[in-house]
């Protein structure tokens, strides 16, 4: 399975992944997954939010124990980041019927679309849909960076987005979630363990800054005559910076936008967005108060127009204590919980839904990039780890 996921979407040059929802490298993973799920005589379905379900037992029957993950990646990343946990649960159904486990429980595979939010700019919207945390409408308002809303890019792709919206009934038929996921960190490594569980999910957020300025000629203007957005924003960059550090959270200015974006002009416009995540509520709002006051008086130090607006954000997320607890109990009751500071479609669900995480260990902790990896011991152990639970769940 890894083998044949490992080709696409991969850019030759940044050996990352660019699998961007509503793209051809994104069909070519949804063929994956269906191929996947008609070769285990599994009943597949897509739902109205484009979402991929792979059944064994009856959909219909309630109370059903749900695993998966998400194949997109943000730009240039890795290729453990959502597909490990989708490879590993059919990996698991396979260790099951090896096993020869009766479930007693409906079980399904799933692959929830566009979770990174790399092209339109907004995380889990396959998730957010159908837990009606977005709405239709302010769903066809999203557009990627060649202006293509996302119900253009639905139908391009084959998909009709004319019913996409809250989907109570389909959520209502599920018992538990439980969504296994590389570790975007180093506290597996660090404590010697394989798996882990999570704990909860920060509170997190995405920002965007407009620094209006004057677009003027680099070479011909006075220093003391420039309306330039871009020393605005580059003060704010490093105020992110200083105020996460302050306050033991993270901040981050990951993408900009200019222009006119000449080489030999000054920018009428910068546009940055800031992410910004914290253990608690109160530390996160001080960050982001602080990094929009600090804007702000830039931007009237230099004569610059800012408008800030709020484009997404997730409240703290305790994973279900129950499910959590009986997780660590299928696996032998020692195994470590941990916290973690990305979110992930488990955490959307988690106000609909039981859910519960298994993280799997990442030596070099890094995440988003080329360079993210699993070992193949840790991840048949993730594989294992993530069969009993689902044995646990499923066959009791």
Same mark, same amino acid.
Request: aromatic share 6%.
């Given at each position: ?5 490992? @080709? ?6 940044? =050996? ?7 793209? %051809? ?10 191929? #996947? ?12 939010? %484009? ?7 009856? @959909? ?17 990343? /890795?290729?453990?980041? /959502?597909?490990?946990?989708? +490879? ?58 060649? %202006? +293509?809303?996302?119900? #253009? ?7 009709? @987005? ?29 404590? =010697?363990?394989?798996?882990? &569980?999570?704990?909860? &999910?920060? @509170? ?58 000449? +080489? ?16 608690? #509520? ?19 130090? *230099? %004569?610059? *127009? ?58 070099? =902790? ?31």
């Amino acid at each position: 399975m890894w083998d044949e996921l490992r @080709p696409i979407g991969r850019h030759a040059d940044s =050996g990352g992944y660019r699998r961007y929802a509503w793209t %051809g490298a994104d069909a070519d993973c949804r063929a994956w997954f269906r191929g #996947q799920a008609e070769s285990r005589g599994l009943a597949y379905e897509v739902d109205r939010n %484009g979402n991929q379900w792979a059944w064994l037992g009856d @959909p219909l029957a309630g109370d059903a124990v749900v695993t998966g993950s998400h194949l997109d990646s943000v730009p240039d990343g /890795g290729a453990f980041d /959502g597909p490990l946990g989708v +490879v590993s649960s059919f990996a698991a159904l396979d260790e099951l019927r090896a096993r020869g486990a009766a479930l007693t429980r409906p079980l399904a595979i799933t692959n929830f679309g566009d979770e990174e939010g790399a092209r339109f700019g907004l995380a889990c919207v396959g998730s957010r849909l159908a837990a009606g945390q977005l709405t239709k409408e302010k769903a066809y308002e999203l557009r990627d960076a060649d %202006g +293509v809303s996302l119900p #253009q890019a639905m139908e391009a792709a084959g998909y009709d @987005p004319g019913s996409i919206g809250a989907d109570p009934e389909r959520l209502s038929r599920i018992g538990a979630f439980v969504e296994l996921h590389v570790e975007q960190g180093r506290a597996l490594d660090l404590s =010697g363990d394989r798996v882990g &569980i999570a704990s909860a &999910i920060w @509170p997190h957020g995405r920002w965007r800054f407009d620094f209006h300025g004057e677009a003027n000629h680099a070479g011909t203007t006075r220093l003391v005559d420039r309306r330039d957005p871009m020393l605005t924003y580059a003060e704010t960059v490093l105020a992110a910076r200083r105020e996460a550090a302050l306050a033991g959270a993270v901040a981050t200015f990951g993408k900009i936008s200019v222009e006119p974006n000449g +080489v030999n002009a000054i920018p009428s416009l910068v546009r940055g967005w800031l992410d910004s995540r914290a253990a608690d #509520q109160a530390t996160l709002d001080t960050v982001v108060t602080a990094v929009e006051k600090a804007a702000r008086e830039h931007a009237d130090r *230099d %004569g610059i *127009d800012l408008n800030v607006v709020r484009e997404s954000f997730t409240p703290v997320v305790e994973f279900e204590h129950a499910l959590r607890d009986e997780l660590n109990r299928l696996l032998g009751g020692s195994v470590p919980v941990l916290g973690t500071g990305a979110g992930h479609d488990a955490g959307i669900l988690s106000a609909s839904v039981p859910t519960a995480m298994l993280f799997v260990r990442n030596p070099t =902790g890094v995440s988003h990039s080329p360079r993210e990896f699993a070992a193949e011991d840790d991840c048949v152990a993730g594989v294992l780890a993530l069969a009993d639970v689902l044995e646990g769940l499923a066959c009791r």
